[in-house]
């Protein structure tokens, strides 16, 4: 399956099923399944199985390797009233442009961009709230303007 076509759970996961290379997406419920299946089945089904945090590793008797990566599943993106993306960062919502491109120097030029921003305000009942501020990827890690860069930029 596609990983659009996959029910999430409640917490927004799903499982990356790896099959000799060949990548597919299953809830939670059917990778939990073919785990527990194989726990509680019959040991000469599989010769190695490891499991732990989300991760877990299964190669069968015929020579099968399946892994089962818990991911984040996709999720349409909240936007405001004017089609601006709504991101959440360090508990908090902020309202955020698109993200603008850098533009290399060029003689003759006024005026240039060094590096690709995006800028982002507080929100309110939908509305932009405070200062308009911007980051971009030189931002330092740990801030909220680098967990907005980190959002918008996958």
């Known amino acids: 399956m596609k990983i659009n076509e996959v029910q999430a759970d409640a917490r927004g996961k ?10 597919s997406y299953v809830t939670v419920k059917a990778a939990l399944a073919e785990v527990d299946g194989l726990m509680m089945g019959p040991r000469n089904a599989f010769k190695e199985m490891s499991s732990g945090q989300g991760h877990h590793t299964i190669t069968y008797r015929g020579g099968r390797r399946v892994v089962l990566k818990e991911i984040d599943a ?11 993306r709504i991101v959440v960062a360090k508990g908090k919502r902020y309202i955020v442009t698109t993200v603008t491109p850098a533009r290399p120097r060029t003689p003759g030029a006024v005026s240039w961009i060094p590096r690709a ?4 305000w507080s929100e309110r009942n939908g509305e932009t709230f405070g200062p308009t501020r911007n980051t971009h990827g030189d931002t330092k890690p740990g801030t909220v303007g680098r967990a907005i860069w980190d959002a918008v930029n996958p």
Not at 14 to 23: A, M, P, Q, S, W
Not at 74 to 84: A, C, I, L, Q, S
Not at 117 to 120: D, H
């Open 14 to 23: 799903i499982y990356l099923r790896t099959e000799d290379g060949i990548d």
């Open 74 to 84: 996709v999720t349409p993106h909240e936007t405001d009233r004017e089609g601006r």
């Open 117 to 120: 921003y995006v800028e982002y």
